[in-house]
């Protein structure tokens, strides 16, 4: 089948790319390449079965039209300072535009019109002049919280738009190579996730936007075809869990606090990431089994938690490059651990070197919101640099908000974030392979909703500017 564009993975960056062209009035034949079912017919059963049951072929938080943001918190991060490095590709004045313009697509579908941390007052000073004491620094950045249960209903309502429209959205069908001769991309090999019903998909232009859950796979592509790549960075960390009361101050103030260290001994950045106040710690399943931990944050639906990403850069030099593949091993380990499902121990057993028993959880003021987690000791899988790093910021941020540190505060592992192989490309998004594009968390240059859309964006216009030639 012969289109103009086909585009690999229906997530933000994808679907924004195609939504950008159709609002410069391009006349290109679409086609969008889903592993994953429509926003429709996501459904994960675990608020029924109390526990992951891993759905096959693919886990429904993961996979699925808008990707895992559709069932995230729906967060949206309205600086250029926030989400990836693509304002170090295209320059910082023309990131924070791109942000601009993308956030007001999201406010025509729906999006909530108040904006989070916009308020600079004594709260937030406050807040600051601790961090600074602590050797940490706040990131200034306002937020849209779109809602887990609203994201659904905006990326929905896109996804209607697109069909509307005539853009071709192809469900369960799993990418399994790019067609290439000569560094010039034709297309793609598509296929059933059983591996059967191959057949190929030719292409003016070919994109490919498959999301955290992706990235390995496009790495091994990559390598494949002589697509011109890095290794970057992987994250490494857990997912902390305390009482709201602990994080009420920075949660009324900045409802996301988003903090940045480099602790000693080593040295490596460390960061906060996808704070949830009253939110709920959830379980993602990838394709080769590997639990991972996430959080949510409902409009509505509140507990009396707040938990947050806690996350160790890692940068590995020669010879190794393979850090996915190094990250995806911890998680293994970690796996193996918890019997498949997610490990939780409380910070106090790990500084007294012990793990944690079931009995200990239910006697502790902060109660898990991931039912189903195993308690255990997340040390004897986690390397000792990453958790030094841990230990040391969490004893930091103490200082930023008491009782951070507190024996009971709740760790979960394995957080990791899959997109550190890089794809190279110039400040117009154009890779040594002809008629080929990266877009989004798996190219390594975002981190997020709102960057990785707007990236598709850039693309949508980019495209429709040459259409028009």
């Not at 910070?347 to 079931?358: H, M």
Request: net charge neutral.
């Amino acid at each position: 089948m012969k289109y103009d564009l086909v585009i690999v993975g229906a997530g933000p960056a994808g679907i924004f790319t195609a939504l950008e062209l159709l609002r410069k009035g391009s006349k290109k034949k679409m086609v969008i390449i889903e592993k994953g079912q429509p926003i429709g017919r996501r459904r994960c059963p675990k608020g029924t079965t109390g526990r992951c049951v891993n759905c096959r072929p693919y886990c429904h938080i993961t996979t699925g039209f808008a990707g895992a943001g559709a069932f995230s918190d729906g967060k949206l991060s309205l600086s250029h300072e926030v989400g990836g490095q693509l304002p170090e590709l295209i320059g910082i004045d023309a990131a924070q535009s791109l942000i601009d313009y993308t956030d007001a697509i999201y406010l025509e579908f729906g999006a909530d019109t108040q904006v989070e941390g916009m308020v600079v007052d004594e709260r937030i000073k406050r807040i600051r002049r601790r961090a600074i004491t602590a050797g940490l620094r706040l990131v200034d950045c306002p937020i849209r919280h779109m809602g887990t249960e609203k994201a659904q209903e905006i990326y929905g309502a896109i996804q209607t738009y697109l069909t509307d429209k005539g853009v071709e959205i192809r469900f369960g069908v799993n990418c399994a190579d790019l067609i290439l001769t000569d560094h010039e991309c034709w297309g793609v090999v598509v296929e059933k996730p059983d591996g059967t019903g191959r057949e190929e998909i030719l292409a003016q232009d070919t994109v490919v936007a498959t999301g955290r859950r992706g990235a390995d796979w496009l790495e091994k592509i990559c390598q494949e075809h002589g697509i011109a790549h890095q290794p970057g960075t992987v994250d490494i960390g857990v997912r902390v869990e305390v009482r709201n009361e602990v994080m009420e101050e920075v949660n009324d103030a900045l409802y996301e606090g988003k903090f940045v260290g480099y602790p000693a001994p080593f040295r490596d950045k460390v960061r906060t990431f996808c704070q949830n106040p009253g939110g709920f710690v959830s379980q993602e399943n990838y394709d080769n089994d590997l639990a991972v931990v996430n959080g949510h944050s409902y409009k509505d639906l509140k507990s009396e938690n707040t938990n947050l990403s806690l996350l160790s850069s890692h940068n590995f030099n020669t010879p190794f490059n393979q850090p996915i593949a190094y990250a995806q091993k911890v998680g293994e380990l970690t796996n193996m651990l918890a019997n498949g499902h997610i490990l939780v121990q409380r910070f106090g057993d790990i500084l007294d070197g012990k793990r944690t028993w079931e009995r200990e959880l239910s006697r502790s003021n902060v109660k898990p919101t991931l039912k189903d987690a195993v308690a255990g000791d997340i040390t004897a899988a986690m390397p000792y640099r990453a958790m030094t790093n841990i230990i040391a910021f969490i004893q930091a941020l103490d200082m930023v908000v008491p009782g951070f540190a507190s024996p009971e505060t709740l760790l979960y592992s394995p957080e990791l974030k899959f997109y550190s192989n890089r794809v190279r490309m110039d400040a117009q998004l154009n890779t040594n392979i002809k008629g080929f594009y990266s877009l989004g968390d798996s190219s390594g240059w975002t981190r997020g909703l709102m960057m990785a859309s707007a990236m598709g964006v850039m693309l949508g216009d980019k495209l429709a500017a040459e259409e028009q030639k």
